[in-house]
């Protein structure tokens, strides 16, 4: 029964318990939506590992009001304690933060906080271990963690590939994910440590160069950025025009030594895009 402290992106954390046989949930911090304290934020029957409910969000769009009361489904796993919901605002409305799949996920608030190093302890992936190799598993968790990713669904999504590297650490892709998930979450640091193993794994990943050098650009490093930013666009990057990264835009576009260098990686990235696209079109359904 999924009961305690409880958190997710769109939601922040919020406090689940029984009420009258029905699960509620409470918000504790206010989240992205700023409710007020102890406000409810869910109500629902759990029928076996079903529930059945709803759910309130703030909502965007020109006709919707700014708070929204919406039909919830959602599926309790017993291995993880997690609450996977499917939600779907009404139309022409969007619940910021929450993806286009409208994957939300509950999770129990301390399998999300990172457990704290010890002194002079590992931390980042160095605390993943993978003692016992599971290759179903770590599939499983993979999947789970892209799905996440596609949602937005940021720390559930780092949670799920933190699980599919401790049953296999050999998988560039789960590395990957990781590393955008904490560079959404902003962890720069933790997402360089995660991408430069992903790196380490598949060193020919054009995407893994161009999301450290986001990385690198949240910290203010122009020449890690740059480097990373020239060798993804040297094994192919591709990216439509006007798409690039908001804080690397800003970080090397601030003085002309960097700006002339990044301009002409921009241009060669919107290039290979086009390239890209021609040949597709050469070839065909």
């Known amino acids: 029964m999924p009961q305690g402290s409880y958190q997710a992106d769109v939601l922040g954390r919020v406090e689940l318990g029984i009420e009258h046989e ?72 969007q619940v910021p933060g929450l993806g286009k799949g409208g994957i939300l996920v509950l999770q129990p608030a301390q399998a999300l906080s990172a457990p704290a190093p010890v002194r002079g302890g590992p931390s980042g992936v160095a605390r993943l271990r993978t003692e016992k190799r599971n290759a179903e598993a770590a599939k499983e968790a993979l999947e789970r963690g892209n799905r996440l990713l596609g949602a937005k669904e940021w720390s559930g999504s780092a949670a799920e590939f933190e699980r599919s590297i401790t049953h296999d650490d050999r998988n560039w892709v789960a590395f990957f994910g990781l590393g955008t998930a904490w560079l959404m979450r902003g962890q720069a640091s933790d997402a360089i440590d995660a991408l430069s193993r ?17 990385a690198y650009s949240r910290l203010g490093d122009k020449k890690q950025a740059l480097a990373s930013l020239g060798q993804a666009v040297k094994l192919g990057f591709a990216i439509t025009e006007g798409s690039q990264d908001v804080e690397l835009d800003r970080l090397l576009g601030s003085d002309a030594a960097s700006l002339n260098k990044y301009l002409g990686l921009l241009q060669q990235a919107v290039a290979n895009n086009k390239a890209s696209a021609g040949r597709r079109q050469q070839t065909g359904p």
């Open 198 to 214: 992903a790196r380490s794994l598949n060193p020919r990943e054009s995407s893994i160069h161009y999301n450290l050098a986001c």
């Open 22 to 93: 029905r699960l509620a949930a409470y918000s504790v911090d206010g989240g992205p939506c700023r409710f007020k304290p102890q406000s409810p934020v869910l109500e629902g029957q759990l029928l076996g590992n079903v529930l059945v409910g709803q759910l309130t969000l703030c909502l965007e769009g020109a006709s919707c009001p700014a708070m929204g009361t919406l039909p919830l489904l959602a599926v309790y796993s017993t291995e993880d304690r997690s609450l996977t919901a499917y939600v779907r605002p009404q139309a022409g409305c």
